[in-house]
C-alpha cells in the first residue's frame, strides 16, 4: 500500500492481536493451545490466509516452515512479491489437537465448527489490514471468507471477485501436492501469480 498505517491502526491491530492470543471460545484452547499471531505488517499488500498452525509453527512463533515454506515463498516471487510485504495469518487460530491433546490434522469437515469460532478474528484481521488482496490456501479459509466449499469450484467460478471489499483468490493448499500435482507447477498457482501482479500494479 502506499501509505504508511497510521498510529491509531497500529495501536487496532496490536489489540486485535492481544484478543485473539487471550481467545478461549473453543475446545481447542483447553486441548492445549495457543492462538497464534505473526508479527504485524501493517502496510501489507498481500494477506495470505492457511488453514490452521502446526505445533512447530506454534512452538517457535514463525509461520510457513519446510518445503510449504518454501513453496509459497518461490510462488510469491512469480507474483513480483516479497514474502516481507504479505501478512499471514490462519482460518483456525490455535493447532488442531485431539482429545488427548495430541496434534492431528482432521478431515476438512471436521473443521467447520472451529472455522466458525474463529471466523470473526479474520474478518477482522482482513478489515484492520485492508489489503489489495486475500489469498486463500484451502477449503477451510475459503469458506471462513466466502462460504465456498470447493476451491476448484470458486477458481472457475469467482476467482479475483470481491469479498469484505478485497478481491480473493483460491489455491489448494501447498501441501496438497498428491491430490493436485506438483503444487507450483499447477496451471490455477500459475495463472494466480499472474493475475496477482496485474491487481498490485
Not at 488427548?100 to 478474528?121: D, N, Y
Not at 462460504?147 to 478481491?167: A, H, I, N, T, W
Amino acid at each position: 500500500m502506499s501509505d504508511r498505517p497510521s498510529p491509531e491502526a497500529i495501536q487496532i491491530l496490536l489489540q486485535l492481536q492481544q484478543d485473539i492470543r487471550s481467545c478461549d471460545q473453543c475446545d481447542l484452547r483447553r486441548r492445549g493451545g495457543k492462538p497464534l499471531v505473526w508479527s504485524p505488517v501493517l502496510d501489507a499488500k498481500v494477506l495470505i490466509v492457511g488453514i490452521s498452525p502446526t505445533v512447530v509453527a506454534e512452538n517457535i512463533g514463525e509461520p510457513w516452515r519446510g518445503d510449504i515454506g518454501r513453496k509459497l515463498t518461490s510462488w510469491l516471487s512469480s507474483a513480483s512479491l516479497d514474502i516481507r510485504e504479505t501478512y499471514f495469518t490462519n482460518a483456525i487460530k490455535c493447532a488442531i489437537r485431539d482429545h488427548h491433546g495430541e496434534f492431528c490434522f482432521p478431515l476438512s469437515g471436521i473443521l467447520l465448527p472451529w472455522v466458525e469460532k474463529c471466523r470473526h478474528w479474520l474478518l477482522q484481521e482482513i478489515g484492520v489490514i485492508r489489503p489489495k488482496v486475500v489469498v486463500l490456501l484451502g477449503v477451510a479459509p475459503l469458506y471462513s471468507v466466502t462460504r465456498y466449499d470447493s476451491v476448484s469450484r470458486f477458481q472457475r467460478e469467482k476467482q479475483g471477485q470481491l469479498y469484505c471489499g478485497v478481491p480473493c483468490f483460491a489455491l489448494h493448499h501447498p501441501s496438497s501436492d498428491t491430490r493436485v500435482g506438483v503444487w507450483e507447477d499447477s496451471i490455477p498457482v500459475r495463472q494466480a501469480a499472474y493475475q496477482l501482479r496485474s491487481f498490485l500494479t
